[in-house]
């Protein structure tokens, strides 16, 4: 498709931008009945394949949630500027041509996400529509397709990633972090010492965002740089007011605050991407100290657990893009790696079943101390 391999080059792919790109090519539905922010929207969500929005949430009037937005071939390559019906050997032939492009991006003095802004003393997160997406989690899950900015104390390098979080409270929640993530080597950076690690947390950003974040980038490489190529055009990003990050300008809503050095909680239970029930009980904990948000804020999130959900496509156009990592074994790396290359979903979510009772296994055998005291809510 001689069309799709040069597409042309997009206006700003903010997150509306994209909502309204896919309900142009027929490839959005809205949901106008009322629908139960507890439940409700994580069953529609995991039994559609269609990008999805949620304009009539029970307890939150007004409000509107995104999900499934990556929930097929057709709308990554509508995220990355490119146009419909595209095929997966199209889309990811031009994605490996921008990824060896980065474009840096640029930092303005003001953006979209700067209209409303919640100090301290008044924030209270529980105001956001966030999901209790499966009868299977602990609870009502605020992280599960947005970003999170930090920046190694000792360095400065930024890491942009996505790590899932659990609403613990109006102004607290999880972080849950593989011990070899760039995160987690920040954080222990930070705890050396003994400081809270400054955090920021983007819902709705642009999916080219999402896609960079999601991507075993080099350490100290640049996320955003990552998605400046994607998408063919620089991340334009503003600077925090409470903490010393960066984020995208056009982001429907940030959370600035600081993870808590010395301080464990537990993540979960959690219906993860295996289809099974995963919890984390080394997990980072979060304290907002301001909120920032669009007029008219849409949230986006997703739910997981069943295999070809948007999760599952995303890992595949990354494992495509070489460029995924669950920080397993070499051999489980591997296995997972080839069943996304030919999205085999199913066996997919066997392998990181098995991978994860094995290290389970594992770690029971050889049980090693916990750093930091607990903490609970």
Not at 97 to 105: A, G, S
Not at 236 to 257: D, F, H, M, R, Y
């Amino acid at each position: 498709m001689a069309l799709a391999s040069r597409p042309k080059k997009p206006k700003t792919m903010d997150l509306r931008h994209f909502i309204q790109v896919l309900a142009d090519a027929g490839h959005l539905i809205r949901v106008t009945e009322k629908i139960d922010w507890k439940f409700g929207i994580g069953s529609m969500t995991r039994q559609s394949r269609t990008p999805l929005l949620f304009e009539n949430i029970k307890d939150y009037p007004d409000q509107r949630l995104f999900s499934n937005g990556l929930s097929n071939i057709t709308a990554i390559g509508l995220a990355l500027g490119l146009e419909p019906g595209i095929t997966w050997k199209t889309l990811i032939e031009e994605a490996e041509k921008r990824v060896v492009t980065p474009v840096k991006p640029l930092l303005a003095k003001t953006g979209p996400v700067l209209e409303n802004i919640v100090s301290e003393g008044d924030l209270d997160l529980l105001k956001l529509p966030v999901p209790h997406w499966s009868h299977h989690d602990g609870s009502r899950y605020l992280g599960t397709w947005h970003i999170n900015v930090s920046k190694d104390p000792e360095t400065g390098s930024r890491n942009v990633g996505v790590y899932r979080m659990q609403l613990l409270g109006p102004r607290q929640a999880t972080v849950s972090a593989s011990p070899k993530s760039h995160l987690s080597r920040h954080m222990a950076n930070s705890e050396k010492r003994c400081q809270p690690l400054p955090m920021a947390v983007a819902i709705g950003v642009s999916e080219a965002v999402i896609m960079a974040a999601a991507a075993a980038y080099p350490y100290a490489k640049d996320e955003y740089e990552l998605a400046g190529g994607l998408q063919q055009e620089a991340i334009n990003l503003v600077k925090c007011q409470t903490v010393n990050l960066e984020v995208p300008a056009g982001s429907e809503i940030v959370i600035e605050g600081l993870l808590q050095p010395g301080i464990r909680v537990q993540d979960g239970p959690y219906f993860d991407y295996t289809g099974k029930v995963n919890t984390n009980p080394n997990a980072f904990l979060f304290e907002a100290i301001r909120l920032m948000f669009r007029n008219d804020p849409i949230f986006r999130g997703t739910s997981i657990g069943v295999a070809g959900a948007e999760d599952h496509q995303l890992f595949a156009f990354l494992a495509a893009l070489k460029l995924v990592d669950f920080h397993g074994s070499g051999v489980k790396q591997a296995i997972q790696n080839r069943l996304l290359r030919h999205r085999l979903f199913r066996p997919f979510q066997l392998a990181g079943r098995l991978g994860a009772f094995l290290c389970s296994r594992r770690s029971r055998a050889q049980p090693q101390a916990v750093p930091g005291r607990r903490f609970s809510i």
